[in-house]
């Protein structure tokens, strides 16, 4: 049996109707599950003002204790139209001089004042731009490692699936290949991880811009991936945008990966997976290299001496604070949250005061920007992990 739905404009017309037939208030009350004193107040709300009386009234106070007063926030505007240059903190203090015997109100106040009536002109920020870092050849084994996805294709059971590669630069030697689901960076996070653990740690690593690798949105470009390379000690290799023979070497063994792997694709991620594996093995001990006068790559290339461990918490001891962002990505100082990245979430970053009022945030060894006691948000300075010069070419 469905539920009865009733509502309480319903229920009150009800109410008053069967008073006006003449029954009375305390058994009519009793029935409906209300007081004399509401239904007294219902009947005298009819009484006066019919049947709107009946309706829901607003619950709204009808004054806001906290409300800017209408003459100040005319004297507000009287300031920014006589100097229109002027900000919220340089008007609160103008206010405190010419009114000294009222309460200043707060310099978010006077900014939201001037916001309401469009008199707050909003800077855009500069979004980033990647551009590419310096890059180097490796002249060892681990020297550099090159990473990227080949390609998505489509399996037999039309899953698509995502190639993720690793190399290492000098020998050729073909790390890992593994078909994902995905690029999303927890996928990527296993693979490197377990590579790490097999192989070691490089020096440094050359991708491209892409996610999971670079955040296109974040400071920098610095993906969550990124920085635990850094952590690790792990130098980052970005190619110039529209430029992938810089990332040639790698490059050329997708066009081979392909053609041995994926024409036609397996049916399923296990029957793909199986291939590649096959594929890494003939890749490595039994396909000869000119450019390595004939060798394999596995007769080139041996394990780093740099072995994986879990990154240990970075040290500040030439800043003022270290502070732990949170998993939002903020920096909280007292009852400030100012905006950094959540590239960084849960990361330790320094904070050194370098003028007066202005904070530098650092990050490792890498300067990221600057706040100050106005902007809830780090600003981006210079960039660490822009070239002065980027190749072209892959470098030899």
């Given at each position: 049996?469905?539920?009865?739905?009733?509502?309480?404009?319903?229920?009150?017309?009800?109410?008053?109707?069967?008073?006006?037939?003449?029954?009375?208030?305390?058994?009519?009350?009793?029935?409906?599950?209300?007081?004399?004193?509401?239904?007294?107040?219902?009947?005298?709300?009819?009484?006066?003002?019919?049947?709107?009386?009946?309706?829901?009234?607003?619950?709204?106070?009808?004054?806001?204790?906290?409300?800017?007063?209408?003459?100040?926030?005319?004297?507000?505007?009287?300031?920014?139209?006589?100097?229109?240059?002027?900000?919220?903190?340089?008007i609160r203090d103008k206010l405190i001089r010419?009114?000294?015997?009222?309460?200043?109100?707060?310099?978010?106040?006077?900014?939201?004042?001037?916001?309401?009536?469009?008199?707050?002109?909003?800077?855009?920020?500069?979004?980033?731009?990647?551009?590419?870092?310096?890059?180097?050849?490796?002249?060892?084994?681990?020297?550099?490692?090159?990473?990227?996805?080949?390609?998505?294709?489509?399996?037999?059971?039309?899953?698509?699936?995502?190639?993720?590669?690793?190399?290492?630069?000098?020998?050729?030697?073909?790390?890992?290949?593994?078909?994902?689901?995905?690029?999303?960076?927890?996928?990527?996070?296993?693979?490197?991880?377990?590579?790490?653990?097999?192989?070691?740690?490089?020096?440094?690593?050359?991708?491209?811009?892409g996610i999971p690798f670079a955040a296109p949105?974040?400071?920098?470009?610095?993906?969550?991936?990124?920085?635990?390379?850094?952590?690790?000690?792990?130098?980052?290799?970005?190619?110039?945008?529209?430029?992938?023979?810089?990332?040639?070497?790698?490059?050329?063994?997708?066009?081979?990966?392909?053609?041995?792997?994926?024409?036609?694709?397996?049916?399923?991620?296990?029957?793909?997976?199986?291939?590649?594996?096959?594929?890494?093995?003939?890749?490595?001990?039994?396909?000869?290299?000119?450019?390595?006068?004939?060798?394999?790559?596995?007769?080139?290339?041996?394990?780093?001496?740099?072995?994986?461990?879990?990154?240990?918490?970075?040290?500040?001891?030439?800043?003022?604070?270290?502070?732990?962002?949170?998993?939002?990505?903020?920096?909280?100082?007292?009852?400030?949250?100012?905006?950094?990245?959540?590239?960084?979430?849960?990361?330790?970053?320094?904070?050194?005061?370098?003028?007066?009022?202005?904070?530098?945030?650092?990050?490792?060894?890498?300067?990221?920007?600057?706040?100050?006691?106005?902007?809830?948000?780090?600003?981006?300075?210079?960039?660490?992990?822009?070239?002065?010069?980027?190749?072209?070419?892959?470098?030899?």
């Amino acid at each position: 049996m469905p539920w009865n739905e009733c509502k309480p404009m319903d229920e009150r017309l009800r109410f008053v109707a069967r008073l006006l037939e003449g029954e009375k208030m305390a058994p009519l009350c009793r029935e409906f599950g209300i007081s004399r004193v509401t239904g007294y107040k219902i009947f005298d709300r009819y009484k006066e003002c019919g049947l709107d009386g009946l309706h829901d009234r607003s619950k709204a106070p009808y004054r806001q204790a906290n409300k800017l007063p209408f003459q100040v926030e005319r004297a507000i505007l009287g300031i920014k139209k006589e100097f229109p240059t002027w900000g919220a903190p340089k008007i609160r203090d103008k206010l405190i001089r010419e009114y000294p015997m009222i309460p200043p109100p707060a310099v978010s106040t006077i900014h939201a004042a001037l916001d309401r009536h469009g008199l707050v002109k909003r800077r855009r920020r500069r979004r980033y731009k990647a551009s590419g870092t310096p890059l180097s050849a490796a002249h060892a084994p681990n020297g550099l490692w090159c990473a990227d996805y080949k390609g998505e294709f489509q399996l037999g059971n039309r899953q698509y699936c995502y190639p993720l590669t690793i190399t290492d630069d000098r020998s050729r030697y073909l790390l890992a290949c593994e078909g994902l689901e995905s690029t999303k960076s927890k996928f990527a996070f296993s693979i490197f991880e377990r590579t790490f653990r097999e192989f070691g740690l490089p020096a440094a690593i050359r991708t491209d811009n892409g996610i999971p690798f670079a955040a296109p949105w974040a400071m920098f470009g610095l993906s969550r991936l990124a920085v635990w390379w850094l952590r690790l000690g792990i130098r980052l290799q970005r190619i110039k945008p529209g430029k992938p023979q810089q990332n040639g070497r790698h490059e050329r063994m997708h066009l081979t990966l392909k053609n041995e792997t994926t024409k036609p694709a397996s049916f399923n991620f296990l029957q793909q997976q199986e291939r590649f594996e096959d594929f890494i093995r003939v890749y490595n001990h039994e396909r000869p290299y000119q450019a390595l006068g004939g060798a394999y790559p596995a007769e080139i290339y041996t394990p780093s001496a740099r072995r994986y461990e879990p990154p240990q918490d970075p040290e500040y001891p030439f800043h003022d604070r270290t502070i732990r962002v949170t998993r939002c990505g903020r920096l909280c100082l007292g009852n400030r949250k100012i905006n950094l990245s959540t590239a960084l979430a849960e990361q330790l970053v320094g904070i050194r005061e370098v003028d007066d009022q202005v904070w530098q945030v650092s990050f490792l060894e890498y300067d990221l920007g600057y706040f100050d006691r106005d902007q809830d948000r780090v600003e981006p300075g210079p960039n660490p992990f822009a070239p002065d010069r980027v190749l072209t070419m892959c470098p030899e």
